[in-house]
């Protein structure tokens, strides 16, 4: 992950004059890893709505509960976040020609960012990815490559053309940056609440970038002396019992995650069946005193359809798992009645229409 120096931030930053700037994720760009602004390639990114979920929170016995909705993001999802850190600093470094393996969105997203900075992208992801996001890759024109299998095979293939044809790869945590644009969720999060933190987050899990990247900003933040209290956040991976290396990792006290065999699950997100960062994912977990639940497909159905009716807001599966996560953890008590809560939904069910 990248470095800054925080403290020279810390004695010329204003976070009051940095909020009053257009808003975006670029308003956070000392923060973020590109040096040079004409090198920074946007589409509008960032500055998503915080939604209180006042009709889920009624049902639930949670008066403070909100819904952190990425959905308004370019081309649909919080990936856009990523890819414009990294595209951008793709541009910087003057590197031509990227590749990524994808379950879906984060493909979408570098292809759109590619296309905005004249860059060449190669997008290689499972032949049952949803079919909105292969043809947003094409559209977008990338290259795409299906492949039989999961993003685990998508991974090797992506790695063979890097070494072989010199594409650089921006698979999840092969290099420093999507984490980057992704932190600014933390950011945004301490902002819209005063400077304060939530108590949970409740985080939908696959590669992992969103739930370190913002347990980093939040390090940053206090730091930087701009949060009014030391208490962070319970971080909680949700992800699916169909691929769950995260929760077999966290209920065994492990360090690290095996690979899972056998992914299925319908949220194609969740289904990665080891991150390249797990065992980054296992220390952030542990260190903010928070777990990890899996949920099963019916019960993100379920979850779906309740969001869209209760809150208006029609979330991708990933960012209904939160939400079906959110009532084991009540079931079990982990949750207080008076904690403030913030679920992510971290893309647009619109992507999953065929």
Known sequence: MADYDLETASAKLDRDEIVQRLRGMWRWQELLPVFQPENIISLGEGDTNLLPARRLGEQLGLPRLFIKDESSNPTGSFKARGMAAAVS???????NKLVIPTAGNAGGAMAAYSARAGIQAMVIMPADSPLANIKEC??????VILVEGLISDAAVLARQKSQDQGWFDL????????????????????QAFHWELPDV???PTGG??????????FAELEFLGWLKSKVKPRMVAV???GCAPVVKAF?????????????????????VPRSFASRIIMQDLYQSGGCA???????????????????????????????????????RGWIRSDERIVLFNTGSGLKYLA
Not at 89 to 95: F, I, R, V
Not at 174 to 186: L, N, S
Not at 255 to 268: L, P
Request: proline content about 2%.
């Open 208 to 217: 992992g970038t969103g739930l370190v990247g913002m347990w980093k900003a």
């Open 138 to 143: 094409q559209v977008m024109g990338a290259e």
């Open 239 to 241: 992800q699916a019992e």
């Open 89 to 95: 600093k793709a541009k910087e470094l003057g590197l």
């Open 171 to 190: 698979s999840t945590f092969r290099e420093p940056y999507r984490c980057e644009g992704k932190k600014i969720m933390g950011y945004e999060l301490a």
């Open 293 to 331: 639940v899996s949920v099963n497909d019916s019960e993100i159905i379920s979850a779906q359809k309740n969001m869209a009716v209760a809150e208006g807001v029609f979330a991708a599966p990933e960012g209904a798992a939160t939400l079906a996560a959110l009532t084991h953890l009540l079931d």
């Open 251 to 271: 209920q065994s006290r492990d360090v690290d995650c095996d690979f899972w065999a056998g992914a299925q699950t319908i949220a194609s997100g969740l289904r």
């Open 201 to 203: 987050i409740i985080y």
